[in-house]
């Protein structure tokens, strides 16, 4: 797809049919790659905004010529019609604020052309005042048509479209997508360590693209100039956006190195073509081609290590360093989803955070709850309730949504700091964003989010504390530490030697990372628990949760 963007629009020819036939192919063939795009990648919003910003600023900085008009008005027509063919997206391609930008340039192009013909129609001197007329009300009316879409409500930004124009809007409103590790802010140091010496480079591809267009203009480096702006500003923001920055960068970074290059090597072409005896070598031309050539070379080394160490290990297979220093395989994940699938009921269903429902449907082959693919908030809200409330809660919340085993991810024995403790606050966040009774402070101990003594009793007493700590008050994690010692949170443990009434433990692998609990029938439960737990079952249920009879020790979801 942007192949065909940046391809340089074809000469004047002396069959103007000839290259018409061209621009017309390069954008249904561009057309085609953008329904490709549609359909594979929800990221395609970035493409269907800005080439309309391309375009847009072509008029602004006046190299807008009648190519770019009829390359894209057969993009924007065709792309929408292949985009609305797509189920997931339908008509949201016409009415969604992420594609409004397309269609306001797109009339706004039409206005500016019509103003254009009638300059040469009428004259220039009077179609000043038309003209402006007529470029006040293409905006003016897009502007109206937008303000009246998003109040009334029929086309609304995305959370992750609004996150991207303000970063601070999922956190604010959204915290569901601001818990996503892909929509964190990208810090200096994935820069250098994914692109390493491009990021030397960039900025001289970028004054190389902007370099002579009022001379000649290269419709292809204004498109990858622009192309470069907003991928650094937007993989800024979200750490996934980094790949739309690949490309362009690679491609900027070339551009850059081939400048520089073709400058010095310039003396080598005219050092050997000569016919001066006493002719010289300039030193600096040779130091600079050996310094590029060596950093090349270190760039090439180092995507191989990155590609290999870093982007080629699944994630539910972990490696770590042995105390000798040799390597060591964690297979926890895959350990634990082959107990699930052999030793589970085919009917079982999994309650674990959305995180893993995938991986638990992929391996294991059981129902989850939740998964990457759960758009209903309150459904993920009403898990991050389960873990977040007291065991009897939990328990009445898992009996509600008929869940027979409960699974989380605990790293404190095996300095995995990707678990279910450090993820716990969002759970919080989510759900006491749809049930108010959940307040986040309850699980800060003295302002601090801990897990030692000083933790808060609603945090030793939670569902989720609970369960990932089980046991754990037997375990030797450092030798230079006590039992109970929790390698990522570097504390002891504060709630000991509890036992658990409404859960039982079924398995833990071999690392202690994944941990699996059956939730307990009602014959099965702690006999002395028996007379509290009907009081606490027999009251009036909260609005949220369906009613829950007893009847000879035995409880039906009504």
Same mark, same amino acid.
């Given at each position: 797809?942007?192949?065909?963007m940046? =391809? =340089?629009?074809? =000469?004047?020819t002396?069959?103007p049919?000839?290259?018409?036939?061209?621009?017309?192919?390069?954008?249904?063939v561009?057309?085609?790659?953008?329904?490709?795009?549609?359909a594979?990648?929800?990221?395609?919003s970035?493409?269907?905004?800005i080439?309309?910003i391309?375009?847009?600023g072509?008029?602004?900085? $006046?190299?807008f010529?009648?190519?770019?008009?009829v390359?894209?008005?057969?993009?924007?027509?065709?792309? @929408?019609? &292949?985009?609305?063919?797509?189920?997931?997206?339908?008509?949201?391609?016409i009415k969604?604020?992420?594609?409004?930008l397309?269609?306001?340039?797109?009339?706004?192009?039409q206005?500016f /052309? &019509?103003?254009?013909?009638?300059?040469k129609?009428?004259?220039?001197?009077?179609?000043?005042?038309?003209?402006r007329?007529?470029?006040?009300?293409?905006?003016?009316?897009?502007f109206?048509?937008?303000?009246?879409?998003?109040?009334?409500?029929?086309?609304?930004?995305?959370?992750?479209?609004?996150?991207?124009?303000d970063p601070?809007?999922?956190s604010k409103?959204i915290?569901?997508?601001?818990s996503v590790?892909?929509?964190?802010?990208?810090?200096?140091?994935?820069?250098?360590? $994914?692109?390493?010496?491009?990021?030397i480079?960039?900025?001289?591809?970028?004054?190389?693209c902007?370099?002579?267009?009022?001379?000649?203009?290269n419709y292809?480096?204004?498109f990858?100039?622009?192309?470069?702006?907003l991928?650094?500003?937007?993989?800024?923001v979200?750490?996934?956006l980094?790949?739309?920055?690949?490309?362009v960068?690679?491609?900027?970074?070339?551009?850059?190195i081939?400048?520089?290059?073709?400058?010095f090597?310039?003396?080598?072409r005219?050092?050997f073509?000569?016919g001066?005896?006493?002719r @010289?070598?300039p030193?600096?031309?040779?130091?600079?081609t050996?310094?590029? +050539?060596?950093?090349?070379?270190?760039?090439l080394?180092?995507?191989?290590?990155?590609?290999?160490?870093?982007?080629s290990?699944p994630?539910?297979?972990?490696?770590?360093?042995?105390p000798?220093?040799?390597?060591?395989?964690? %297979? %926890?994940?895959?350990?634990?989803?082959?107990?699930l699938?052999?030793?589970?009921?085919?009917d079982?269903?999994?309650?674990?955070?959305w995180?893993?429902?995938?991986q638990i449907? +992929?391996f294991?082959n059981?129902? /989850?709850?939740? $998964?990457?693919n759960?758009?209903?908030?309150?459904?993920?809200? @009403?898990v991050?309730?389960?873990?977040?409330?007291?065991?009897?809660?939990?328990?009445?919340i898992?009996?509600?949504? $008929?869940?027979d085993?409960?699974l989380v991810?605990f790293?404190?024995?095996?300095h995995?700091?990707?678990?279910?403790?450090?993820?716990?606050l969002?759970m919080? =966040?989510i759900?006491g964003?749809?049930?108010?009774?959940? /307040?986040?402070a309850?699980?800060?101990?003295?302002?601090?989010?801990?897990?030692?003594?000083?933790?808060? %009793?609603?945090?030793k007493?939670?569902?989720?504390?609970?369960?990932?700590y089980y046991?754990?008050?037997?375990v030797?994690?450092?030798?230079?530490?006590?039992?109970?010692? %929790?390698?990522?949170?570097?504390?002891?443990?504060?709630?000991?030697?509890?036992?658990?009434?409404? &859960?039982?433990?079924?398995?833990?692998?071999?690392?202690?990372?994944v941990?699996?609990?059956k939730?307990?029938?009602?014959?099965?439960?702690?006999p002395?628990?028996?007379?509290n /737990?009907?009081?606490?079952?027999?009251k009036?249920a909260?609005p949220?949760?369906a009613?829950?009879?007893i009847?000879n020790?035995?409880?039906?979801?009504?």
């Amino acid at each position: 797809f942007f192949f065909l963007m940046i =391809r =340089r629009p074809p =000469r004047s020819t002396p069959k103007p049919s000839s290259a018409a036939s061209d621009v017309y192919k390069r954008q249904v063939v561009c057309s085609v790659s953008y329904f490709y795009m549609v359909a594979s990648w929800g990221g395609y919003s970035f493409i269907i905004n800005i080439i309309p910003i391309y375009v847009l600023g072509l008029i602004l900085i $006046d190299k807008f010529n009648s190519k770019v008009y009829v390359s894209y008005s057969i993009f924007y027509v065709l792309g @929408t019609i &292949f985009a609305i063919q797509i189920p997931f997206v339908g008509f949201q391609a016409i009415k969604s604020a992420e594609h409004l930008l397309s269609h306001g340039v797109f009339f706004i192009v039409q206005a500016f /052309v &019509f103003n254009q013909y009638l300059h040469k129609l009428i004259g220039t001197q009077k179609m000043k005042v038309l003209g402006r007329i007529l470029l006040v009300v293409a905006i003016g009316g897009f502007f109206l048509i937008f303000l009246i879409l998003m109040f009334s409500g029929m086309s609304r930004w995305g959370g992750r479209s609004m996150s991207l124009i303000d970063p601070t809007y999922a956190s604010k409103f959204i915290p569901i997508i601001a818990s996503v590790a892909e929509h964190q802010a990208t810090t200096w140091t994935t820069y250098f360590f $994914d692109f390493q010496y491009l990021m030397i480079f960039m900025p001289a591809g970028f004054f190389f693209c902007c370099y002579g267009q009022n001379e000649k203009t290269n419709y292809g480096k204004i498109f990858i100039a622009l192309y470069g702006i907003l991928a650094i500003y937007f993989s800024c923001v979200m750490i996934r956006l980094m790949l739309v920055m690949a490309p362009v960068s690679c491609v900027l970074a070339a551009i850059g190195i081939s400048e520089i290059l073709q400058h010095f090597t310039k003396n080598f072409r005219d050092y050997f073509t000569t016919g001066d005896e006493a002719r @010289t070598l300039p030193d600096l031309s040779i130091v600079v081609t050996i310094v590029i +050539g060596a950093l090349l070379f270190s760039f090439l080394t180092h995507s191989t290590f990155t590609g290999a160490e870093a982007y080629s290990s699944p994630s539910v297979i972990l490696s770590g360093k042995k105390p000798g220093g040799g390597k060591e395989i964690i %297979d %926890d994940y895959r350990e634990a989803y082959y107990w699930l699938r052999q030793n589970t009921a085919e009917d079982a269903k999994i309650m674990s955070w959305w995180d893993y429902g995938y991986q638990i449907t +992929g391996f294991s082959n059981r129902t /989850v709850l939740v $998964d990457n693919n759960t758009w209903n908030n309150t459904h993920i809200a @009403t898990v991050g309730r389960a873990m977040s409330s007291r065991e009897p809660e939990a328990y009445r919340i898992c009996r509600m949504l $008929d869940v027979d085993y409960v699974l989380v991810i605990f790293g404190g024995n095996a300095h995995y700091q990707s678990d279910d403790i450090s993820k716990f606050l969002w759970m919080v =966040r989510i759900g006491g964003g749809v049930f108010p009774d959940i /307040v986040e402070a309850d699980y800060y101990g003295q302002g601090q989010y801990r897990i030692d003594d000083l933790a808060t %009793d609603t945090m030793k007493n939670c569902l989720m504390y609970k369960l990932c700590y089980y046991r754990f008050w037997e375990v030797q994690s450092s030798y230079s530490q006590e039992t109970g010692y %929790d390698t990522v949170r570097r504390a002891v443990i504060g709630h000991k030697n509890y036992k658990l009434d409404y &859960f039982t433990e079924a398995f833990t692998s071999s690392s202690w990372i994944v941990r699996i609990y059956k939730v307990n029938s009602p014959v099965n439960r702690n006999p002395a628990m028996q007379s509290n /737990v009907a009081k606490f079952m027999s009251k009036k249920a909260k609005p949220t949760f369906a009613p829950i009879e007893i009847s000879n020790n035995l409880q039906t979801i009504n």
